[in-house]
Nanobody, 115 residues
Framework: VQLVESGGGLVQPGGSLRLSCAASGFTFSRYAMSWYRQAPGKERDLVATITSSGAPTNYADSVKGRFTISRDNAKNAVYLQMNSLKPEDTAVYYC?????????WGQGTQVTVSS
């Protein structure tokens, strides 16, 4: 099983990034997928979730209206479009696949929002 995140980097406040997560080794289309993030010295928090079919989606209050989660089951990929980025969005972002009793995690990608 592999989840490989990409697309992180350094961006100025107000900018945008699109994170991608490529999945392999499990039946991706049967799994709910989520993005989490962890800032230095803080717990890992849920950012957004998408069901196996692509709807519904759920977001943390802190990112509603700015972030959009999507998936492409044909490509075994999940995405996180992040707009209007703020310094407080700085964190390592992790992709997670979940279907009871399994939880799979990627290694994370760093997002830094700074001028």
């Amino acid at each position: 099983v592999q989840l490989v995140e990409s697309g992180g980097g350094l961006v100025q406040p107000g900018g945008s990034l699109r994170l991608s997560c490529a999945a392999s080794g499990f039946t991706f289309s049967r799994y709910a997928m989520s993005w989490y993030r962890q800032a230095p010295g803080k717990e890992r928090d849920l950012v957004a979730t998408i069901t196996s079919s692509g709807a519904p989606t759920n977001y943390a209050d802190s990112v509603k209206g700015r972030f959009t989660i999507s998936r492409d089951n044909a490509k075994n990929a999940v995405y996180l479009q992040m707009n209007s980025l703020k310094p407080e969005d700085t964190a390592v972002y992790y992709c997670q696949g979940s279907r009871w009793p399994h939880d799979y995690w990627g290694q994370g990608t760093q997002v830094t929002v700074s001028s």
